[in-house]
């Protein structure tokens, strides 16, 4: 299983990026596929979850900012970011946890600025 993050850019206080994932297999049955990030200097840390059932699940540093979801028919998965702040700078990973083994993504660049 090979994903692919894209979308990561630079951006302004308060601006917005998607990020998107797309995964070489279908993720229609998904247990669960995740977004996480690293900040510089700090260690990974998850910040959303989209189960199988269609429940989300946010960390509460991006709780009401971000939203995660999917779309089965493109094999990909999304990570909304609004009002983005100088704290969500790092590098995002996608992953599909429920996976044995798990899968993760190369990573894509965030940075906020001002």
């Known amino acids: 299983v090979q994903l692919q993050a894209s979308g990561g850019g630079l951006v302004q206080i308060g601006g917005s990026l998607r990020l998107s994932c797309v995964c070489s297999?279908?993720?229609?049955?998904?247990?669960?596929l995740a977004w996480s990030r690293q900040a510089p200097g700090r260690q990974r840390e998850w910040i959303a979850t989209?189960?199988?059932?269609?429940?989300?699940l946010y960390a509460d540093s991006v709780k009401g900012r971000f939203t995660i979801s999917k779309d089965n028919m493109k094999n990909t998965w999304y990570l909304q970011m609004d009002d983005l702040r100088p704290e969500d700078t790092g590098v995002y990973y996608c992953?599909?946890?429920?996976?044995?083994?798990?899968?993760w993504g190369q990573g894509t660049l965030v940075t906020v600025s001002s």
């Open positions: 992953s599909w946890p429920g996976r044995s083994p798990p899968a």
């Open positions: 297999i279908s993720i229609a049955n998904a247990a669960n």
């Open positions: 989209l189960s199988g059932s269609g429940k989300t």
